[in-house]
C-alpha cells in the first residue's frame, strides 16, 4: 500500500513584518526558516530588521515584505495552497509534493539556492562501516517526506535495506524535528541521524557525532513561488528574483559578513544563539546557487517513488518556471 503524501499542518512560527516607512498597499509574503541552509532568506530578514532591506531596494516604493518563519517545508506548501504565501525558500522535496498535490497548478521554482549541507552522522562507538552495519539501527530524519527524510530512505532502499513500517523489517526511521536529534542523539536513543547544516555540524562538535555519508552535491534548498502570484504579479516576482541573484553573489564575494549575519537572523528569528565557529564550519558544505540543478530535483521524484510516497514517476519539466 502507497504511502499517502504528507503535508502536516504545522504551526507557522513567527510571522514577521520587516518593512519600514509609510503603509502599503501591496505586500509580498516570503517565507523561509531559520537555517544556515536558507541563508539568503535569513540574511535579507535581518538586513530588513535592521532597516538595510536588501529585496526592499528591487521593489516599487508602495511595495513591502512581510518575511514569514516556518518550521517545516509542508506548512510552507499549505500557506502557498492557502494563498497566504507568494514566494519561499524551501527543500525540493516540498516543493515537488506541493507540485504533484497541486495536479501542477499551484507551485512554481524560480531557481536554485543552496545544495549540499546534508548527510548521515553516526555514533562511532557503534563501529558502523558499511550499509549492511546499519541494520537494527534507528535513524533519525527530521520530519516524514521531507527532503533529508526522502534522502535517508531512498539510500536505504538503494543499499538493500527494509525500512520497519511495523511489520518487520531492517532499519528504524525516527522522524525528529532537527533540535530535538541532538538531546536524543546524546542519550543514546537514535544510532544515526541524517540532517541538515547546522545540526550536522552541532551533533559532532557536541555530540560526538561522525559523518557517514555526505550528500555534497544534493539539491537542498529552492525559491518557490505560488503560480497565481506569478501570472498577477510578474513585475514583481521578476524583482524578487533579481534581488535573491544579486544577493545569492554578494553571500559568495562575502562570507564572513553573511555569516555574521546568518548568526544573527537565526538568534533573532528561532531564540538559538549559534558560536560564529560553528556557521562557519557549516558554511565550508554549502554551496549557494541561483542555478537550479533539474537533475537533482529530477532524481528526487525517482527516490520519492522508490520510497513509495508517489505512485508513479512523472514528468516535473512544468515545475520549472521561467518569465
Request: with cysteine.
Amino acid at each position: 500500500m502507497k504511502k499517502t503524501l504528507l503535508f502536516g499542518l504545522f504551526p507557522i512560527l513567527v510571522l514577521f513584518l520587516c518593512a519600514c516607512g509609510k503603509k502599503s498597499a501591496k505586500t509580498v509574503n516570503v517565507g523561509m526558516f531559520p537555517n544556515v541552509t536558507h541563508a539568503q532568506g535569513v540574511i535579507a530578514y535581518q538586513l530588513s530588521r535592521e532597516g538595510r532591506g536588501w529585496f526592499e531596494k528591487y521593489l516599487p516604493e508602495d511595495c513591502k515584505i512581510e518575511w514569514i518563519s516556518f518550521n517545516a517545508g509542508p506548512s510552507a506548501i499549505n500557506s502557498i495552497f492557502g494563498g497566504d504565501l507568494d514566494m519561499t525558500y524551501i527543500g525540493p522535496n516540498p516543493a515537488i509534493n506541493g507540485f504533484i498535490k497541486s495536479d501542477g497548478k499551484s507551485v512554481r521554482v524560480l531557481a536554485g539556492a543552496a545544495d549540499g549541507g546534508a548527510g548521515l552522522l553516526v555514533n562511532p562507538k557503534l563501529g558502523i562501516k558499511s550499509p549492511k552495519d546499519f541494520k537494527g539501527k534507528i535513524i533519525g530524519t527530521p520530519q516524514v517526506a521531507n527532503t533529508q527524510d526522502v534522502a535517508c530512505r531512498a539510500w536505504l532502499i538503494a543499499n538493500g535495506l527494509k525500512i520497519n513500517e511495523g511489520a518487520g523489517g531492517d532499519v528504524e526511521i525516527l522522524p525528529t524535528k532537527n533540535p530535538q536529534q541532538l538531546p536524543i542523539f546524546k542519550r543514546g536513543e537514535m544510532d544515526a541521524a541524517w540532517t541538515v547544516e547546522p545540526w550536522v555540524s552541532r551533533l559532532e562538535t557536541e555530540a560526538g557525532a561522525k559523518m557517514f555519508f555526505f550528500e555534497k552535491d544534493a539539491v537542498t534548498t529552492v525559491l518557490a513561488a505560488r503560480t497565481e502570484f506569478l501570472n498577477e504579479k510578474p513585475e514583481i516576482a521578476k524583482a524578487l528574483l533579481q534581488a535573491h541573484k544579486d544577493l545569492t553573489k554578494w553571500i559568495n564575494e562575502n562570507p564572513k559578513e553573511a555569516q555574521e549575519l546568518v548568526r544573527k537572523g537565526i538568534k533573532n528569528i528561532s531564540g538559538a544563539d549559534f558560536p560564529q565557529e560553528l556557521i562557519a564550519n557549516a558554511w565550508r558544505r554549502m554551496k549557494y546557487t541561483s542555478e537550479i540543478n533539474r537533475h537533482g530535483m529530477e532524481k528526487f521524484v525517482d527516490d520519492s517513488f522508490s520510497c513509495g510516497f508517489i505512485d508513479k514517476k512523472i514528468d516535473i519539466s512544468p515545475l520549472f518556471f521561467k518569465f
